[in-house]
């Protein structure tokens, strides 16, 4: 069956700090409100540690994994729709996470019930802010074919989300003396205004071919019916989603590993903050060096490259001893390891994302977004299960200390071997057709 080609879209340059910007203020709202869910669950909800993980894992995959749903409906109606929709609904799920707290005794289901918003909210939105990214590129691409190679707009969409996951939980400590309902009724108006501010100045891809009349006459359908299904039939790219799944399976660790490798050593909790800090200081300042790299070399090498430095990472952990770096509490193990894996995400997860329009040419494009990220999410809940079952077995002397980290080293070698493979030979495919 042969699927119809839609017209190619292009956004217009202008719109390029617009969605670099959105994703600032995504991140902004986000990191205001999320990183305090833990802390309402185990103080207000009096909730054991356990109940609290499962909440907020039930969290991450409502966003990870129904990605495919979002990315789908985007392509079914519109990128720019689904944004906008994808606000109201966060928004919406921040409120009644305030509204929670509002009684004289909390209650557990509705915020359960907004944390959950709060995740498909993300879902919906996302896709539709990477078809848009994408589009700019392919344009950038074109347009700049013949140039030096300059830093992709996924590594500035990494750039500017980063800068709002340092700004957001500062703003949300800050309204933290007027009670986490403040803080949620906060991110709620935020992304009200968020929504407003890009129904105003966010516009739709257009056909290239297109004219003015009739681009502002109709809504563009980003890809015709039946993508989802061309997505799923796409073996090459249904095995690089598995394959890449391990770089956010591994990046996931520096919420689960890293803390609990950090109490393994009696080393303080405030190294935690730290260790974030310098994560951040390392994608602000490299993100755009190893995304110029990365246009030197190509992606398959630039993947190959990635997940092996993220593995370099692990096998620190596992099979350096501490006494190499200086003793049982010395940070500087756990640093190196950071510093491995946070230069192995910085490589690939931009490179991925430039991938996915290549790989749909000019198909789907939201659903071989969605694809994409679920499969990252269900591997993080189940590697996560794998990894702490195991770790939890290495601490009782029943498999030996250095089988946990392997759950994360063997995908992520795998992902070097066969993915970059895979990559190479769809491009060259591409190229001679």
């Known amino acids: 069956m042969r699927f119809p080609q839609p017209a190619p879209v292009t956004p217009p340059r202008s719109s390029i700090p617009v969605l670099l910007g959105t994703q600032t203020l995504f991140n902004i709202g986000f990191y205001a409100v999320v990183p305090f869910l833990a802390v309402v669950l185990a103080q207000d909800f009096l909730l054991a540690s ?21 990315g789908t409906l985007a392509d079914r109606y519109g990128a720019r729709s689904m944004i906008l929709i994808g606000c109201a609904v966060r928004a919406a799920g921040f409120l009644i996470l305030a509204a929670s707290l509002w009684a004289s005794t909390p209650v557990l289901w509705l915020f359960i019930l907004g944390t959950l918003l709060t995740g498909f909210g993300g879902a919906l939105f996302s896709p539709g802010l990477n078809i848009l990214v994408a589009a700019a590129q392919t344009a ?47 991110g709620a108006v935020f992304f009200v205004a968020i929504g407003i501010f890009l129904a105003i100045t966010l516009r739709q891809p257009v056909p290239a071919s297109a004219t003015p009349t009739a681009a502002s006459s109709r809504t563009q359908r980003t890809t015709p019916r039946g993508g989802l299904h061309r997505c799923l039939k796409d073996r090459g790219f249904v095995a690089f989603c598995a394959l890449h799944a391990s770089d956010l399976l591994a990046y996931n660790q520096l919420y689960l590993a890293i803390p609990l490798e950090l109490q393994r050593h009696d080393m303080p909790t405030q190294w935690l903050g730290l260790i974030f800090a310098w994560i951040s200081i390392l994608t602000l300042g490299l993100q755009l060096p190893v995304s110029w790299l990365a246009g030197r070399i190509g992606a398959a090498s630039t993947l190959r490259a990635g997940y092996l430095l993220s593995a370099s990472g692990f096998f620190v952990l596992a099979f350096i001893p501490p006494s190499a770096f200086g003793g049982d509490a010395s940070p500087l193990r756990i640093l190196c390891a950071v510093t491995l894996m946070t230069l192995g995400h910085l490589s690939v997860h931009p490179t991925a994302l430039g991938l996915v329009p290549k790989f749909a040419a000019g198909n789907a494009t939201g659903s071989y977004f969605g694809l994409l990220s679920s499969c990252g999410g269900l591997a993080v809940l189940l590697g996560n299960l794998l990894f702490g079952w195991l770790l939890s077995q290495s601490q009782d002397s029943s498999v030996p200390a250095f089988v946990p980290w392997l759950v994360l ?19 060259l495919r591409t190229h001679i057709a």
């Open 50 to 70: 356990s109940a609290v993980g499962l909440i907020l894992g039930i969290r991450t995959f409502a966003q990870q994994g129904l990605f495919l749903a979002g």
């Open 140 to 186: 950038r691409d074109q347009e700049h074919h013949q140039q030096v190679r300059r830093a992709t707009l996924f590594a500035w969409l990494s750039i500017t989300g980063e800068i709002g996951a340092v700004t957001g939980p500062l703003v949300g400590s800050a309204l933290w003396n007027w009670g986490f309902s403040t803080v949620a009724g906060f």
């Open 409 to 427: 080293v063997i995908p992520l070698l795998l992902a070097s071997w066969i993915g970059s493979r895979v990559v190479r030979d769809r491009l």
